[in-house]
């Protein structure tokens, strides 16, 4: 179960990231403008795509989480990863996804960026979850590369969400986020799936004292 849980997790993963980069780069106008919700908005053209695309992610995240269940920490921050993707693709944000403090947003703006945002934050903690858990070398490099890269990264994000608000540099580095957090997956997914079985061994006994 936990190699099919992780297969189908970088399958799922790979196929959603996939279908909203599409539905992000075929509209015409530049595919770094603007926020990568935007995509999802009603009236694009690949609204629905996009965030069909999301909700699969979302579902891959949560095969991931499954896959890591003997991490507690881990499996659960993915789970509530997954649920939060899910919400933000299931709930669109309105045209441009506006943002407080800079643009009056609606409440389904506020509901679909904080899906996003603690979404991210705690797809972070889970990176860290691993990382201080070691549990073999692979997964622990990949979750140290994970949480170097995005914690600058979604640092930088939020101050400029709440100092700058829209900007070339925030769309730039939301975009960065997402790449770092979609290869994190991925290759987790795919290292569990290619590890052998983990067997236990029988503690040893102790022998009685004559």
């Known amino acids: 179960m936990t190699r099919l849980a992780a297969i189908a997790g970088a399958l799922a993963v790979t196929v959603g ?22 995509a999802g908005t009603a009236g694009q053209p690949y609204a629905m795509p996009y965030r069909t695309g999301l909700v699969v992610l979302a579902a891959g995240v949560a095969f991931v989480g499954w896959a890591l269940r003997d ?15 899910a919400t933000s693709g299931l709930v669109a944000c309105s045209d441009t996804c506006p943002l407080p403090p800079y643009e009056p947003a609606t409440a389904a703006d506020i509901v679909h960026a904080t899906a996003s945002v603690i979404g991210m934050i705690v797809l972070a903690v889970a990176m860290a979850a691993v990382w201080f858990a070691n549990p073999r070398p692979a997964l622990t490099r990949l979750a140290a590369a994970g949480v170097v890269l995005i914690v600058p990264v979604g640092a930088a994000l939020g101050l400029t969400m709440l100092f700058i608000g829209r900007s070339d540099f925030g769309a730039f580095v939301e975009r960065l986020a997402l790449v770092i957090a979609v290869c994190w997956l991925v290759g987790t997914a795919v290292v569990v799936a290619l590890s052998p079985a983990c067997q236990r061994t029988p503690r040893p006994t102790r022998r009685r004292r004559r």
């Open 17 to 38: 990231a996939v279908v909203m980069l599409v539905a992000l780069v075929a509209p015409p106008g530049s595919w770094w403008d603007g926020y990568v919700s935007e």
């Open 71 to 85: 991490l507690r920490l881990v499996g659960g921050s993915l789970l509530v990863s997954a649920v939060l993707a």
